[in-house]
């Protein structure tokens, strides 16, 4: 007899830090999303230009359109249908992106992540920042 309550007690011991470790780990993913970049106010110079200049620009030079060249790009595709700040459905660039128009770039859709970040900034009023 003593020795069952032996083992009940050492199990319900495993089972209060099976319990508190898990609280723990809790802990700490609430931390990892709370450091998610979605909090994070999106620059078009340093995190969307450089994904132009990168996978878009060879193609779109100056004399194209739109022009996606570094200094250029942001009156050129603001100035139009490309980019409707706050506006996913009515940005035509968003749309390439995804592959529901003129698939862009038409050799490999890009990261996840990237296009997240293009997202993030027309969703955050498309600045010029
Ligand atoms: C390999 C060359 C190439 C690359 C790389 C490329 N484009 Fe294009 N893009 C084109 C061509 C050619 C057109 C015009 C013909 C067409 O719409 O398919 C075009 C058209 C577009 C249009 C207008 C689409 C329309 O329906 O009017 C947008 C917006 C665009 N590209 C954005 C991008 C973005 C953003 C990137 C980078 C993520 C990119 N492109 C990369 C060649 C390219």
Do not use: R
């Not at 506006?87 to 490999?108: G, R």
């Amino acid at each position: 007899m003593k020795k069952i309550l032996n083992l009940i007690s050492k199990a319900a011991v495993v089972l209060l830090m099976l319990s508190l470790s898990s609280c723990y780990y809790d802990e700490i993913l609430e931390e990892v999303i709370a450091d998610d970049p979605v909090d994070e106010v999106i620059s078009f110079a340093a995190d969307i230009q450089p994904i132009f200049t990168e996978s878009c620009a060879s193609c779109h030079p100056s004399f194209s359109e739109p022009d996606l060249t570094v200094g250029n790009s942001y009156s050129a595709i603001t100035d139009g249908t490309y980019i409707v700040p706050e506006d996913l459905n009515a940005s035509l660039l968003y749309q390439t992106l995804l592959w529901e128009v003129s698939p862009m770039p038409q050799s490999e859709q890009l990261p996840a992540s990237e296009i997240n970040l293009v997202k993030l900034w027309i969703e955050q009023g498309a600045l010029d920042n």
